[in-house]
């Protein structure tokens, strides 16, 4: 500490933002302190990644057992137990809650305080009503799900994507709203484990038209029922949850979950006070350097608008952390999100790093795009599971890569290779003459360049 009783930095949270943002600090011989109102670790850990995937993994696995395309080997799916289920995911949480979160801050020396944070004024941090003194101040406190304000909403006992994952009995029947990520998860995943689905909402909205389309089609071949519209009120008949649409279309279940989104939390903080200001949806307004107008205020992660991945968090709160206390070196720590992937954990994953078509007409771009299917992947062909495409986006004039997207089985894992090509400004010719593993659903990448130079069928091998 530079002045007795003043940690030279506070951070609001304790999730991926925060964490990466102490581990930086504390490398730069800093004093950190964090603070969490709940429960240590923040959405990932707790109640976003680490639990809806070691579900939907789950799911997909009795789902591919139904499903199993190989007679020669018979497969078979009983009734789930999903209380088994909820309680083998709540114990890997526990795992990594401790080793991953509470271990780590013992092992790197910086204190976890409970306790409900507030700015007082500009220079001001109070835990629980005693002041905390800082030369500097980190908002990580993330985002939760939105409530879409519905009429008839709060007349019925919805779920969010949290509390799905807190239930211990299958529901018959289940409408979602939102066919964004969140949505499309949580419907395939109660899908895949036996409920009847139906889905409100335009399905994959910011995806590429070919890889939504494509997702569509594993959809209706999962039974789950799409309606993309949009949801404009929540009513019910008997037993029953019904959703109404713009066009008059209903749809009905035996629960709710609702999907559209999440929201800053930022509600307790009082930022107002503290001359940090934030945008029309309530997210903190911060520069390329993470910091807010109050210069002696960052924020990072969720909370400050930044794509909502956990690996963007930790980049955003490792920049904050430099930058606050003075650490970063001769320029500013800043995030640069060339290439940056996503993946959606569908079954098949959809995939993306870098530009869309859309995205990059819209920068400037001549574009040139090649969409594969995956009826001419070999892999793909050996596990009898052809649905899917990959999209390649290059520069016209170069043939750069700027962006590929793909729904495919393991879409996911292709997209660290279109990451590295895109940060290495590498063209589609390159891409093309580069090895890759043959019998791998990563070899689409290379195939799939290959299509700027030949549209006409190849041998599996050339």
Known sequence: MNDIGVVDLAVIGSGGAAMAAAIAARQAGKSVVLIEQATLGGTCVNVGCVPSKTLLAAAGARHGALGNPFPGAPTSASEVDLAALVGQKDELVGRLRQAKYADVADAYGFEVRPGQARFTDEQTLTVHGQPLPAHAYLVATGAEPAHP??????????????????????PESLVVIGGGYVGMEQA?????????VTLVGRLAPAAEPEVADALRQVFADDGITVIEDRAVAVDTAGDQVVVLTRDGRRASGARLLVATGRTPRTAALDLDAAGVKTDERGFVVVNEQQASTNPRIFAAGDVSGAPQYVYVAAATGRAAALNA???????????????????VFTRPQLGTAGLTEAQALAVGYRCDCRVLGLSDVPRALANRDTR??????????????LGVHAAADAAGEIMLAATYAIKARMTVDEIADTWAPYLTMAESLRIAAGLFRNQMPTSCCA
């Open 149 to 170: 304000g519905l009429p008839g909403l709060d007349e019925v006992n919805w779920l969010t994507s949290t509390t799905a994952m807190e239930q211990t009995e299958l």
């Open 188 to 196: 395939q995943l109660f899908a895949h484990l036996g409920a009847r």
């Open 325 to 343: 206390t003075g650490t970063a070196g001769p320029r500013p720590a800043t995030v640069d999100y060339t290439g940056m992937p996503g993946v």
């Open 388 to 401: 899917g495409v990959v999209k390649l986006v290059a520069d016209a004039d170069t043939g750069q890569v």
